[in-house]
T-cell receptor, first 106, second 115 residues
Framework: KNEVEQSPQNLTAQEGEFITINCSYS?????LHWLQQHPGGGIVSLFM???GKKKHGRLIATINIQEKHSSLHITASHPRDSAVYIC????????FGTGTSLTVIP | GAGVSQSPSNKVTEKGKDVELRCDPI?????LYWYRQSLGQGLEFLIY????????KSGLPSDRFSAERTGGSVSTLTIQRTQQEDSAVYLC?????????????FGPGTRLTVT
């Protein structure tokens, strides 16, 4: 049983499309993180949130604590958004989703 | 300012040898984390240091793995008697304060290959 489930596993989109990646978790948490990993590259923290919604540029992250669910949205997607997006939660331990591989086609 | 740095960037070792991986966190960050990312698998938590508190070692996969953090700054992850299944990218991260309260900043990782 995975404590953190992400969907979809793989996603291909046309440039300009609105993208949503979902994350559900089954443990109590103090924070949820969205991470980005480009092919062959390092990991960058996009968001850390414990409630509500955060926005950075074209990226929006939301979390519903009662439903134990978070979404990462990308508006006006661009090929440079192609990466693996990882959902992670911090509770008594750290748990990671298996990632969503996003490819944005020009 | 400088980010999290790790060394070496790549390490190839023979099965049975010991290896040491180094992490230099961002200056002033009190929390330091080690993770592992195996090929085709997700991220896996290994160990967490916060200030002078006892580290959370709950993610270490076996007693061949150990880590220390000297002076609240640099950390070394040691793997003894390496096995092929230890091959992975080992990532270090640091944050300004305790987990769950502050964003983590990741280093570039050390790619370990055990032959």
């Amino acid at each position: 049983k995975n404590e953190v489930e992400q969907s979809p596993q793989n996603l291909t989109a046309q440039e300009g499309e609105f993208i949503t990646i979902n994350c559900s978790y089954s443990v109590g948490i103090s924070a949820l993180h969205w991470l980005q990993q480009h092919p062959g590259g390092g990991i960058v923290s996009l968001f850390m949130l414990s409630s509500g919604k955060k926005k950075h540029g074209r990226l929006i992250a939301t979390i519903n604590i009662q439903e134990k669910h978070s979404s990462l949205h990308i508006t006006a997607s661009h090929p440079r958004d192609s990466a693996v997006y990882i959902c992670a939660v911090t509770g008594n331990q750290f748990y990671f989703g298996t990632g969503t591989s996003l490819t944005v086609i020009p | 300012g400088a980010g999290v740095s790790q060394s070496p960037s790549n390490k190839v070792t023979e099965k049975g040898k010991d290896v040491e991986l180094r992490c230099d966190p961002i200056s002033g960050h009190t929390a330091l984390y080690w993770y592992r990312q195996s090929l085709g698998q997700g991220l896996e938590f290994l160990i967490y240091f916060q200030g002078n508190s006892a580290p959370d070692k709950s993610g270490l996969p076996s007693d061949r793995f150990s880590a220390e953090r000297t002076g609240g700054s640099v950390s070394t992850l040691t793997i003894q008697r390496t096995q092929q299944e230890d091959s992975a990218v080992y990532l270090c991260a640091s944050s300004l304060g305790p987990r769950g309260s502050y964003e983590q900043y990741f280093g570039p990782g050390t790619r370990l290959t055990v032959t």
